[in-house]
């Protein structure tokens, strides 16, 4: 599976921004997606999953929505209220359904096989 993230850019504090996540190969809909987030020097963080259930971190639960549509292989992260600290770098990652089982695994990122190259979303005030 290959991923590739898209949609990043610069919006001001308050503004929305919806990110997209299209994957490669034809068994897309046995996959778990999610969007990890990374700011300059900190670790990767949790944003969203989606599986047979949805999973938001604590930092954008409220402020964001995670969908996904198997007939076009791509996942999407509708952010809004964006706030200076969600400056970072944002990655979808990918991995089978029947890999993990659990919300904590769904949050771990050592548990995705696959990643897209991330990209950058800027909230400047």
């Known amino acids: 599976v290959q991923l590739q993230a898209f949609g990043g850019g610069l919006v001001q504090a308050g503004g929305s921004l919806r990110l997209s996540c299209a994957a490669s190969?034809?068994?897309?809909?046995?996959?778990?997606m999610a969007w990890f987030r990374q700011a300059p020097g900190k670790e990767r963080e949790f944003v969203a999953a989606?599986?047979?259930?949805?999973l938001y971190g604590d930092s954008v639960k409220g402020r964001s929505t995670i969908s996904r549509d198997n007939a076009k292989n791509t996942v999407y992260l509708q952010m809004s209220s964006l706030k200076l600290e969600d400056t970072a770098v944002y990655y979808c990652?990918?991995?089978?359904?029947?890999?993990?089982?659990?919300?904590?695994?769904?949050?771990?990122?050592?548990?995705?096989?696959?990643w897209g190259q991330g990209t950058l979303v800027t909230v400047s005030s």
């Open positions: 989606i599986r047979s259930y949805t």
């Open positions: 990652a990918a991995a089978p359904l029947s890999k993990f089982v659990g919300l904590s695994a769904t949050m771990r990122p050592s548990n995705y096989d696959y």
């Open positions: 190969g034809r068994t897309f809909s046995t996959y778990g």
